[in-house]
Structure formats: structure tokens, C-alpha cells
């Protein structure tokens, strides 16, 4: 069961979501901080599993192979749209989509081109 953390919140800084030591931590749609204790899986992850985290290690690793110059441009992207996502998730995002048509228009509306993910 979820606990909803008022006491010591501001404590945990101010951006707290995820597993921190043997917690979960989010924020509810209230904005409350939630807490429950942190869940071990109980079998081994499936085909698909694999599959997705190797295809989001592979951008990790593209995002972290880029000069300062690109990332920058993707910073400024992020900086730029009226979209609430950060430059990675974008990039993310960018790499895990054939075709996304949703780019050109970003890039488009903020006169910013990014390097492809690709």
C-alpha cells in the first residue's frame, strides 16, 4: 500500500521519483509524493523486456557519444518547444520512432535541427 510522504518530503529534494535505497517514490496527480516499499520481479524479464532495454541502452549510448555542439542543439530544442520533455527524452523518443514526422515539426516551430538519432 502507498503512503503519502508529508513530513520529511522537502528533506528528499526537490525532484524525487523512483527507487531511492528499498522505496518507490512518485508524485500522485495531487502532487503529492507517494511512497510504497521497492518490488523485486519474481521471474525473468520476457523477450520484449530484453528487447527494449537493449534498444534504450543503445540511444543511452548514442546521447552519451554525441560532441557537447549536439547535445547542445538538442537542448535547445527541448529549451524551445511548448512541450513539457526534457532533451534526452526527446532524443529518446526520436530513436525509438521510424518516422517521427513529429520532429520536423518541432524542429520546424522552434527553428532548431537536431542531429538525427539514427
Given at each position: 500500500m502507498a503512503h503519502a510522504i508529508t513530513k520529511f518530503a522537502p528533506y528528499l529534494g526537490l525532484v524525487?521519483?523512483?527507487?531511492v535505497w528499498d522505496l518507490t517514490f512518485y508524485r500522485a496527480?495531487?502532487?503529492?509524493?507517494?511512497?510504497y516499499p521497492k518490488t523485486h520481479p519474481k521471474q525473468p524479464p520476457s523477450p520484449s523486456q530484453l528487447f527494449h532495454?537493449?534498444?534504450?541502452?543503445?540511444?543511452a549510448t548514442l546521447?552519451?557519444?554525441m560532441t557537447p555542439t549536439e547535445r547542445?542543439?538538442?537542448?535547445?530544442?527541448?529549451?524551445?518547444?511548448?512541450?513539457?520533455?526534457?532533451?534526452t527524452a526527446l532524443f529518446y523518443a526520436a530513436y525509438a520512432d521510424p518516422n517521427p514526422r513529429w520532429l520536423e515539426t518541432l524542429e520546424r516551430q522552434t527553428r532548431v535541427t537536431v542531429p538525427r538519432p539514427w
Open positions: 524525487t521519483w523512483g527507487d496527480k495531487t502532487g503529492k509524493l507517494v511512497w532495454r537493449a534498444r534504450m541502452s543503445r540511444a546521447w552519451n557519444n547542445n542543439r538538442w537542448r535547445s530544442l527541448a529549451a524551445r518547444a511548448t512541450i513539457r520533455m526534457g532533451p
